[in-house]
């Protein structure tokens, strides 16, 4: 059976911006090819006052019902092409239901990925981004900073900083990049946690990234070149995951390096090599 590409991404429950805690709550899935929206959420509150005391499930509730009757409705839009172009790409799509800002609902992270029925992925991708395993709060909304962070620094003592500028890719399947160097073609340095407790969720994540790598090669041709600043292996018994995600990471088919947070003092080299020719 013929297999289709889709975008996902999941819908973050974050209490409070300053620290970063976040749930996962539902899940939103775009089909282009049949012009598809849908998604899936968390009904009950038990579960999101559990976690967050203070938690007000009058207003949780409202927001999950704007989501899911919005996100029908849109799906209709974009079944007929009515207000949404359908190359628009999900993070467009769901910017009008789900404003980007500092609120407590934001959209996650775009993934990519191929399936024979959407219908059916839905409830996977909820199950394993939104199930029990997902269950308990994630610190991780910044954890791609702080592995930016430790290059940065090198950056900083380098005086490079300034070579560094934001790059939106030509393709809205793929989200814009804040640390890319342009020197003819574009050079994205884009840093990749896999700090994490979750094997599952380790290996997820590179094979997203490969999917955005392979998206990059096919609509994106002034991308050059993409550098994976990655995190150091995790602690609690993941290194197995951890060198499995770094070999999937290597079968992306654009142009690619990956960078270890020890091997940090490597960029300011690279950065040169990359503004002197």
Known sequence: MEKSQYEFACIRYIPNIVTGEFLNVGVVLFCPS???LI?????????VSRLFPGFNSGLYREMIKYL???IKAESGNIRDQILIPVESGLTSIMNRIL?????????????????SSPQRELPRLFDRMVGSRSAEKTSGSKTEEKVWETFQKVIIESKQSDSF?????????VKPFDHTIKNGRIHVFEPVNFRMKSESKITEKAFNWVGTGDVIQKKDSEIGKLYFLVSDPPENGMRSAYDKALEILDVTSIDHEIIPESQADMLPRIVDKITDH
Do not use: C, H, W
């Open 68 to 70: 899911d009757e919005t």
């Open 39 to 47: 998604g899936q959420f968390v009904k009950k509150t038990s579960r």
């Open 165 to 173: 500028v934001r790059y939106t890719p030509k393709t809205p399947l």
């Open 99 to 115: 404003i980007p800002d500092d609120s407590s609902y934001q959209l996650g992270p775009i993934g990519i990925g191929l399936t």
């Open 34 to 36: 049949s012009n598809l």
